[in-house]
């Protein structure tokens, strides 16, 4: 869903609000661009109606606090005459009218490039679905629960067009510097557009030899130099070449399956880290500040994939601890982030980068491990202090364990790989078994890769997920216990010994190859363990939460996916995407396909039985927490509708 940031008329003074924050807080104001009444003030169950509030929030970032120290280059970002770093972000907000009637839980969501999906998560809100009045709050789960909604800008190189939530940061004093980016091709073209990371980087020199570009196919493949000669910063407007800055141009063309890495040197650098500070600090400002526009109790955070990463990044970086040590966030929660983290604070950061594991980097756990490698003992929690330390959930489906670069199992075994690690008991983990990064829609229609992408919908579990988390912090009752799978169990094996079934025009995920260290050195560098979540006869994961669709299967459900032979490259796989392989429809169809999987006809006597064992199943789920009690019904209904 998008809305415009700005969709009231901008009335200059006459719609400007300001809400000073307390003196030592770095938020220093809130200017309000509009503030209405949520659905022309219907009342959300008892907690009433809601309004939307949308904004700036201005910060001024005290470089010598030691709080603001781990902020990399923050001693060259541009002051004010006070000696202080000013930074603005877009803010957006959705809050009771009545606050004293909601639950007392700021609840941010850490925009992915700048979009608001939380209703998409925990609201059974389509995703990108259009942003209509009777759409825009699903069944309103959020919003009956009483949740104040926010959303804060972080990432800085987003189109700043009134419809992405971002941030304006300083600048920092180095005037060029290298910039590494990689286009990957699904079609043949003779020019490719650089992201708006890379835009955000223009080419000091169009011409300069010293630019490169490669090519290869596989992860491991070595690089292939394309001579300078063959290409160069363009575009073609009318049939004509024109030198352009944005674009990419060779003769030969893109070729389709290929991954192609520029890098040149650029400019216009600009102080990341200041990302992290901007939600840190608007938390704190809630939480603690007397008379700020949102008053909260709790606070907090969610981030998903590239965000997901981004809260795994702000937690090992310390960021959770205030100006004055103070705990900025009561809840963590990195979603489909795996145990990767990103390079979104160092000078020339691409935060849109889906490079494969670059974010890769040790450490992967929360519990301290030496590196034998380098030597180093580190963990996510060791720049934290003890008063700072929130609760933190961590939640993977299966396609964070196979493709992508997340290497998910490094969240909860050892970085040898060879035994599970016991996890702190302010930490949980869950995967969520048979599930690609985001659900495909349902019924799932062909895409880029050689199998239909998975539906399985893992939001029903989210939302147990996230009452659980919630009587945690706010009352004390334990949530939902881990479910992962693991080695000690059988449940998570080594890849090299991981078996599928022989599913006809299938390709084995033997062929998948594992990851390597981004802060060693890339593909170069020491491989990491390669572990997968152990699949039964049908090709399902038998650990992690299994929803009813693999419980209670009409398909096997992967979290990889082969490239099409239309689209180039057809042994890799699709990062982040899954796989939908349904089953034969009866026992004559299957044999005559030769599947070892047994059709549905073989497995269920009548559609009644099917949808008698789904119930069976989401019950199950329910009494052991993970699935709500009033998401039974809806679960069953939408299985018959297959």
Not at 361 to 381: I, N
Not at 517 to 529: E, K, M, Q, V
């Amino acid at each position: 869903m998008r809305i415009s940031l700005y969709r009231l008329p901008l009335l200059a003074a006459l719609l400007t609000m300001v809400f000073a924050a307390a003196a030592r807080s770095e938020m220093t104001r809130v200017e309000v661009a509009s503030r209405e009444d949520v659905l022309s003030g219907k009342p959300f169950g008892t907690v009433g109606p809601y309004e939307r509030i949308v904004g700036k929030a201005f910060f001024a970032v005290d470089p010598k606090n030691p709080r603001n120290k781990i902020v990399p280059n923050i001693d060259k970002a541009p002051k004010n005459a006070g000696g202080m770093v000013e930074v603005s972000a877009d803010i957006y907000i959705l809050v009771p009218k009545d606050q004293t009637k909601g639950n007392g839980v700021a609840f941010f969501e850490v925009p992915n490039r700048g979009r608001r999906e939380q209703m998409t998560r925990f609201d059974r809100v389509a995703r990108g679905a259009p942003a209509t009045p009777d759409a825009e709050f699903g069944d309103e789960l959020l919003m009956k629960s009483g949740y104040t909604l926010v959303s804060v800008g972080w990432q800085f190189s987003l189109a700043r067009n009134g419809q992405l939530i971002g941030i304006d940061l300083p600048g920092a004093l180095e005037n060029s510097g290298l910039v590494r980016t990689a286009l990957a091709v699904n079609r043949d073209a003779p020019t490719l557009a650089l992201d708006a990371d890379a835009m955000r980087y223009p080419p000091l020199d169009l011409n300069s030899p010293r630019s490169s570009l490669t090519v290869r196919q596989n992860v491991y493949d070595a690089p292939r130099v394309i001579p300078r000669d063959t290409w160069q910063f363009a575009k073609v407007v009318n049939g004509q070449v024109i030198p352009d800055g944005t674009s990419v141009y060779m003769k030969e063309g893109f070729k389709p399956g290929q991954t192609y890495e520029l890098s040149y040197e650029g400019k216009g650098a600009v102080v990341g880290g200041l990302g992290y500070t901007a939600l840190r600090d608007v938390a704190s400002a809630f939480k603690y500040s007397k008379g700020s526009l949102v008053s909260a109790k709790y606070a907090y955070a969610i981030g998903e994939s590239q965000t997901g990463r981004f809260v795994r990044e702000f937690i090992y970086g310390g960021y959770n601890a205030d100006e004055q040590n103070r705990r900025a966030f009561d809840l963590l929660w990195a979603h489909i982030g795996g145990a990767a983290r990103g390079d979104f604070v160092q000078p020339f950061s691409l935060p849109n980068g889906l490079g494969t594991f670059t974010g890769s980097m040790f450490p992967y756990a929360d519990v301290p491990q030496r590196d034998t490698t380098t030597g180093k003992t580190d963990g996510m929690l060791m720049h934290l202090s003890k008063e700072a330390i929130p609760k933190i959930v961590y939640s993977n489906g299966d396609c964070e364990y196979w493709g992508g670069g997340r290497a998910a199992a490094l969240v909860h075994t050892s970085l040898d790989g060879k035994k599970d690690l016991r996890l702190p008991d302010n930490v949980r983990v869950y995967m969520l078994a048979g599930t690609q990064h985001l659900p495909a829609a349902f019924p799932p229609m062909k895409g880029a890769g050689q199998q239909k992408p998975n539906p399985n919908d893992y939001t029903w579990a989210l939302r147990a997920i996230l009452a659980g988390v919630d009587q945690w912090v706010r009352q004390g009752t334990l949530p939902p216990p881990s479910r992962y799978p693991r080695l000690s169990d059988g449940t998570l094996v080594p890849h090299e010994g991981f078996q599928f079934p022989a599913v006809p025009a299938v390709p084995s995920p033997a062929i998948i190859p594992g990851g390597y260290r981004a802060d060693l050195g890339g593909a170069s560098s020491p491989r990491i363990p390669f572990l997968v979540p152990k699949v039964d006869a049908d090709g399902n994961d038998v650990g992690g939460i299994r929803l009813p669709e693999i419980a209670v299967p009409l398909a096997t459900y992967t979290g990889w996916n082969f490239r099409s032979p239309e689209t180039g490259a057809p042994t890799e796989i699709i990062p982040l995407n899954g796989a939908f392989i349904p089953f034969a429809r009866t026992r004559v169809e299957r044999e005559k396909l030769h599947d070892p999987r047994p059709s549905i006809e073989e497995r269920y006597s009548s559609r009644d039985a099917y949808l008698a064992k789904v119930r069976e199943a989401a019950e199950r789920l329910a009494s052991e927490r993970y699935l709500l009690r009033e998401d039974v019904d809806p679960v069953v209904s939408h299985a018959g509708a297959v």
